[in-house]
């Protein structure tokens, strides 16, 4: 029998937030002005610049005037999901069908049913090496975060998604036209039971087209399913001409602690600095040195930075690790791990900008250990042409501790208003890097 949920998700009304200038609900609102209290000039991390004009940071430089926050404008999303379709006649568009943009990194296809059916992301290796299908899917790869991306043309209102009950991980986020359209993630009916999936979206009626943007955590799409006589619009060419960037980290970059990976630093700093399609290559527990269990560290997975983009090398690669590595190893032990991992990555892309966050801290802050440590990090990376670093020892305060993080000092991981801070503070140092690594240059030249 067809197992029928109905999720009607209808959003305060826009006239709530008159004022607000369609951003944020005022609770949103209260947490960045909280943000702003502990963010001052002098507090923007210091960094290195031993090249001074790399060409990685130059693509980084011409996209962000699409930079943004992360806001959002309430819309009235109605969601229905089943075992069976709902539509009848329906049009069908295959996940293999180019005007279907695909986010987070490499994906693939399993060779055995029911995973055949279905565009898996890759982007993340579990395991140091990773077995593959003749056809290049593995089972040790998964993604830290991903999506999918269509046009729906002027007056169509809804679509059907055709997937499987094993992913979507903390839900999803519905962007339209950039925005999106609640303040949490919302529940297309995925519970992690293995089961065929069929969600039918129906949004308000527009006269124009709309950039639809479905974002989350291992999105698994085997059809988009449109009423009969629908279609989807034309791929749009700005989307492949973005900078490709690669983050990689350990939980913290995972976006641990801020509810779900999309809400993660990683991917707000991404969205601030016009980066729309970036990959998280971030596992919790390791580090340079650093692994858990079967998880590899980060020169054990390089090849998630390298081959992060299918036929081309990244243009910047983020690198924020080292907290699970110096509590447990000599300066030198890490320092030295870090400058085989920034050399290796060097002489396999001469071209990619490396920018390296020095460890982040809990709510101690930071000590002598781990001050030296840092260095050791920093000092592996100035000698590596084109590796900057950015100092993040001064983001923890007693002052900004009180909203980094939960408060009673026994976890290490920002919650999301933390998250929110560290990409504030984080795009303060990276536009002020663009701006003295490039001079002369003009965004979007």
């Not at 925005?179 to 009916?189: I, K, M, Y």
Request: proline share 7%; aromatic share 10%; charged share 20%.
């Amino acid at each position: 029998m067809n197992r029928l949920i109905y999720l009607s998700l209808l959003f305060i009304s826009a006239s709530l937030i008159s004022g607000c200038g369609g951003e944020e609900l005022l609770e949103d609102r209260a947490e960045l002005a909280t943000v702003e209290q502990g963010v001052s000039p002098t507090e923007v991390p210091v960094y290195t610049t031993p090249n001074p004009r790399p060409e990685g940071l130059g693509v980084l430089r011409r996209s962000i005037v699409n930079r943004r926050e992360q806001t959002y404008l309430p819309v009235d999303i109605h969601i229905l999901t089943a075992n069976d379709p709902m539509l009848t006649g329906a049009t069908v568009i295959g996940f293999d069908d180019t005007r279907i943009r695909y986010l987070g990194g490499r994906h693939s296809q399993p060779l055995t049913w029911p995973g055949l059916l279905f565009w898996w992301p890759q982007g993340l290796s579990t395991i140091a090496n990773p077995v593959y299908e003749t056809g290049g899917y593995s089972f040790d790869r998964m993604s830290g975060w991903d999506g999918f991306q269509f046009i729906l043309p002027a007056g169509q209102r809804q679509f059907e998604l055709f997937t499987i009950d094993a992913g979507f991980i903390d839900g999803v986020y519905i962007e339209i036209d950039g925005v999106r359209t609640s303040p949490e993630p919302l529940s297309l009916g995925h519970g992690n039971r293995g089961d065929l999936r069929y969600t039918l979206l129906t949004l308000p009626p527009s006269v124009a087209d709309r950039d639809i943007r479905i974002v989350t955590q291992r999105s698994m799409l085997g059809e988009i399913r449109l009423p009969y006589g629908g279609k989807l619009g034309a791929r749009r060419p700005e989307w492949d001409g973005g900078p490709k960037v690669v983050f990689v980290g350990d939980s913290i970059t995972e976006g641990t602690g801020a509810g779900s990976a999309t809400d993660g630093w990683a991917i707000e700093l991404a969205y601030r600095l016009g980066i729309d399609d970036p990959v998280v290559s971030a596992l919790g527990g390791t580090g340079y040195l650093n692994r858990v269990a079967d998880r590899p560290n980060f020169r054990e997975h390089i090849s998630d930075v390298l081959d992060a983009f299918p036929g081309d090398r990244p243009d910047v690669v983020f690198v924020a690790g080292g907290i699970n590595d110096c509590a447990f190893n000599s300066a030198s032990d890490v320092g030295n791990e870090a400058l085989a991992y920034f050399q290796e990555m060097r002489a396999a892309a001469p071209d990619m900008a490396i920018v390296v966050f020095g460890p982040f801290v809990g709510p101690a802050g930071y000590d002598p250990v781990l001050m030296n440590c840092a260095e050791a990090i920093f000092a592996a990376a100035r000698s590596v042409p084109n590796t900057h670093t950015i100092d993040v020892s001064g983001w923890v305060t007693p002052t900004t501790s009180t909203f980094i993080f939960n408060g009673d000092g026994s976890d290490p991981h920002p919650v999301r208003t933390g998250h929110r801070y560290y990409a504030k503070v984080a795009e303060q140092a990276v536009l002020k890097l663009l701006e003295d690594s490039l001079p002369g240059d003009k965004p979007g030249s």
